[in-house]
């Protein structure tokens, strides 16, 4: 984390002083983090949609390009299947390296993701501070206690809001759906000893920007 605090700085910067200032207005640190994620669900919004428009076009150019494949000649084997599958590639402007692009929308969210993460485990930020049943901000959120288990309730808000949103979302890509579970997984893995405010915030934001998407439709 330490060698993205320099290139994230300037994010970090202005999430502490808009977040300083909703915490100083509204007299608490737990709707300071509600409305800073409502915030950057805003800011980040266009780069967002731009990559949501990223991950149609390449869905649609892979998707055509796999029709073509899939009629080619069978006997096609080796050297000659490999030319004539990259001339439909060069066809159709796809290039099976561009796969990546296709969470390009979470990609281009990253850095907004990571400076939350930046500035709510950095110093006492949350430190002492509760909201509502969440009793320290600054620790996991410990909801369900089954003996000496505790576990951790907002993290499977996460997840189960990051799955039902690729569900529905996707709905018409499945590869990109699944790609997007898969992604909401190992978040959820991630997030499930952090932090509760920063898991707050990471809740927070996802209901914002599922909002502004459903709004977009």
């Not at 890509?173 to 997030?191: D, E, G, P, S, T």
């Not at 996802?206 to 909002?211: A, G, K, L, V």
Request: hydrophobic share 55%.
């Amino acid at each position: 984390m330490d060698i993205l605090r320099v290139p994230l700085w300037p994010i970090t910067f202005l999430m502490e002083k808009i977040f300083a200032m909703y915490a100083d207005f509204s007299g608490s640190v737990g709707v300071g983090v509600l409305l800073l994620a409502a915030t950057f669900a805003i800011i980040s919004r266009p780069i967002q949609q731009y990559g949501r428009r990223l991950e149609v076009r390449i869905a649609e150019k892979n998707r055509r390009a796999r029709e073509d494949i899939s009629a080619l000649d069978s006997t096609l084997k080796g050297e000659k299947f490999f030319e004539a599958t990259d001339a439909i590639y060069l066809h159709h402007g796809f290039h099976p390296a561009y796969n990546i692009l296709s969470g390009a929308s979470f990609l281009f969210q990253l850095p907004f993701l990571i400076s939350a993460v930046l500035l709510f485990i950095d110093g006492d930020t949350l430190q002492g501070k509760s909201f509502g049943m969440i009793a320290d901000l600054s620790l996991p959120d410990d909801f369900l206690s089954m003996g000496d288990i505790a576990v951790n309730l907002l993290p499977f808000m996460v997840l189960l809001w990051s799955v039902a949103d690729a569900y529905f979302f996707y709905a018409d890509n499945l590869a990109a759906q699944r790609k997007f579970m898969f992604i909401a997984v190992v978040i959820f893995m991630l997030i499930y000893s952090m932090p509760s405010g920063l898991v707050l915030y990471w809740l927070a934001l996802s209901m914002c920007t599922s909002f502004f998407n459903k709004l977009a439709r």
